[in-house]
Nanobody
Framework: QVQLVESGGGLVQAGGSLRLSCAAS????????MGWFRQAPGKEREFVGS????????YYADSVKDRFTINRDNAKNTVYLRMNSLRAEDTAVYFC??????????????????????WGQGTQVTVSS
């Protein structure tokens, strides 16, 4: 059974940085896509970025491009979301998600949340202005 556990959220001032972690377990992830999503109060869940485990390709939402970076550590089965230059509008619960790459037909950047089968519990990020 695939399990995803996020950590690293917290309160940070605008302009600051945080690094979120997503520890994955339950199987090998060589053929998986890992995604990060966020949901602010009263808003729909939105795509933040994704990474392919096998090729290390990354994709980002325009709102976070050049500020956020996704990378992975194979030895630890962990994916990271490094967030720099944080803004008040980045405040949200952040989720990591995963699924086998074969489920993403028609979604070349792995942005569609409904294609992800496995989700973590989320971690709160609050940016004070």
């Amino acid at each position: 059974q695939v399990q995803l556990v996020e950590s690293g959220g917290g309160l940070v001032q605008a302009g600051g940085s945080l690094r979120l972690s997503c520890a994955a377990s339950g199987r090998t992830f060589n053929s998986f896509v890992m995604g990060w999503f966020r949901q602010a109060p009263g808003k729909e869940r939105e795509f933040v970025g994704s990474i392919t485990w096998s090729t290390d390709s990354t994709y980002y939402a325009d709102s976070v491009k050049d500020r956020f970076t996704i990378n992975r550590d194979n030895a630890k089965n962990t994916v990271y979301l490094r967030m720099n230059s944080l803004r008040a509008e980045d405040t949200a619960v952040y989720f990591c998600a995963a699924n086998h790459f074969s489920y993403y037909t028609g979604d070349p950047y792995y942005q569609q949340s409904e294609k992800y089968a496995y989700w973590g519990q989320g971690t709160q990020v609050t940016v004070s202005s």
